[in-house]
């Protein structure tokens, strides 16, 4: 019984509590509503009630609790001395602001930007084809067998009937050509996709950029100065290049482009697998059977073409030693290329 008084005299202290300014606002609170309070005190003692009373006890400091904090909510509004209220006036207006971050470019966004950049100087446009291709311009047009192992489940992603995802840039050429009349110089950069399994040197999904070059009388000369320019200009004039005579069914002949690694500038290295060389692309004079595929006339007209990694590039040029870096998004990671 004795605790059932010291709620009533409690309560009646609360009622009678006259608050005229804040001081007096902030004294009720620790006095009662208060984390410290006489209420929650009141709180604490409801394991020392009888079972029977328990419930009675409970609802009666409910209530108190309740008195106390509308009459805590009144005066405060009446005193202005609400949190809101308070917040307003606290505004420090010297305090300097917050700053702007601003997002980044992806690397790989800036690699390929630059690529374009070279290319463009030297009179390359840009074009494009689709992700999603037939098997005529991604295959059958370029020249590769029916039975050539390229065409194989394990790197190609079929999707339906003759339709694939386009397994590297080489498509574009296709379609340009088949679009448009010589003089042609274009550069198509994009999304490739194989079936690989994603580890630090492979990824299902990466990027290349395709170079097409055909206008009457373009020799081999031309494709190698072109990409000499390219490595200069990319990589930095002590770069070498070297050109290793390689297979495509597209090109004939056909050459796999090198440079000098950039780490141990040809010294040998872990990157160069210390030969002092690292490839970087593929290219080739494009074979007349792909010019009268795409109907164009090979006694009239001759080109080159060349098709790179885009990661592969970002990787040299900045030292990434995981393509998986690329796709995270990791924070600490892009920061990295905040000021390009
Ligand atoms: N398409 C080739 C690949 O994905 C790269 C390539 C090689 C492109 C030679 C070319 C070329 O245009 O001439 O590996």
């Known amino acids: 019984m004795i605790m059932f008084e010291k709620v009533n005299k409690i309560t009646q202290e609360v009622q009678a509590f006259d608050i005229q300014n804040k001081e007096a606002l902030e004294q009720f609170r620790i006095a009662y509503t208060g984390r410290k309070g006489q209420i929650a005190d009141l709180f604490d003692d409801i394991k020392n009630i009888s079972p029977e009373q328990r419930k009675a006890y409970g609802h009666e400091v409910n209530r108190l609790k309740e008195l106390a904090l509308a009459k805590f909510a009144q005066m405060q509004d009446q005193l202005g001395a609400s949190s809101e209220g308070q917040r307003k006036l ?3 207006f010297t305090l300097p602001p917050i700053p702007e971050t601003l997002g980044t470019r992806h690397p790989l966004t800036v690699v390929r930007e630059e ?3 070279i290319f463009e100087r030297i009179g390359f446009n840009l074009s494009e084809g689709p992700e999603i291709e037939d098997d005529w311009h991604n295959f059958t047009a370029l ?25 590297h840039t080489s498509s574009v050429q296709v379609r340009v050509m088949e679009n ?3 003089p042609i110089r274009t550069l198509s950069p994009g999304r490739v996709f194989r079936n690989e399994a994603i580890s630090a040197r492979a990824h299902c999904v990466f990027h290349q950029v395709e170079g097409l070059f055909i206008d009457e009388n373009v020799s081999f000369a031309d494709l190698k100065q072109t990409l000499y320019y390219f490595v200069q200009e990319m990589f ?6 070297r050109f290793r005579p390689s297979f495509f069914p597209f090109t004939e002949p056909s050459a796999e482009i090198d440079i000098s690694c950039l780490i141990c500038k040809g010294a040998g290295c872990n990157i160069c ?3 002092g060389w690292v490839e970087i692309g593929g290219s080739g004079m494009v074979d007349p059977e792909v010019l009268k595929n795409c109907g164009i ?3 009239k007209y001759s080109g080159f073409a060349f098709g790179m990694g885009i990661e592969r590039i970002t990787m040299l040029k900045y030292q990434i030693k995981d393509l998986r870096l690329f796709t995270e998004n990791d924070i600490r990671f892009l920061r990295q290329f905040e000021s390009l």
């Not at 194989?152 to 009937?161: I, N």
């Not at 930095?236 to 290049?241: A, D, M």
Request: aromatic share 6%; glycine share 4%.
């Open 115 to 117: 690529i374009i950049r």
């Open 236 to 241: 930095g004039p002590e770069t070498k290049i």
């Open 180 to 182: 448009q009349k010589p």
């Open 143 to 167: 020249n590769f067998p029916e039975n050539h192992p390229a065409r194989d489940m394990q790197d190609t992603f079929f999707v339906e009937g003759d339709m694939l995802l386009r397994t």
């Open 90 to 92: 606290n505004i420090d």
């Open 297 to 299: 006339d090979p006694e």
């Open 273 to 275: 697998k210390h030969s």
